[in-house]
């Protein structure tokens, strides 16, 4: 079982930054995929930014050249730097991750983190 442990939401006026974190403590093989998706109110949730088998890396086409996923392997943790953000960017911000365990592939989601902009 992995509990993927997020933080750094919170209030922003717009044009703000913001730096997302998600850490995936526990014991497992490896994690094949990781990243962020969000849900605003009244909205279906989307992906924002995740690293892909590979190491790839995909973006929302609304959040390109705004925002940043980056990683620390040794760590097991994402971030998502924010930058210049707007009012449409206020969501609910989830972290995932596909992981691979001794039982097999399974993908997780945190608790998510809330992200307001303010205008």
């Known amino acids: 079982q992995v509990q993927l442990v997020e933080s750094g939401g919170g209030l922003v006026q717009a044009g703000g930054s913001l730096r997302l974190s998600c850490a995936a403590p526990?014991?497992?093989?490896?994690?094949?995929?990781m990243g962020w998706h969000r849900q605003a109110p009244g909205k279906q949730r989307e992906l924002v930014a995740s690293?892909?088998?590979?190491?790839?890396?995909t973006y929302a086409d609304s959040v390109k050249g705004r925002f940043t996923i980056s990683r620390d392997n040794a760590k097991n943790t994402v971030y998502l730097q924010m930058n210049s953000l707007t009012p449409e960017d206020t969501a609910v911000y989830y972290c995932?991750?596909?992981?691979?365990?001794?039982?097999?592939?399974?993908?997780?989601w945190g608790q998510g983190t809330q992200v307001t902009v303010s205008s």
């Open positions: 526990g014991r497992f093989i490896s994690i094949a995929a």
């Open positions: 690293f892909t088998t590979g190491g790839r890396t």
């Open positions: 995932n991750a596909d992981v691979i365990g001794w039982d097999g592939r399974r993908q997780y």
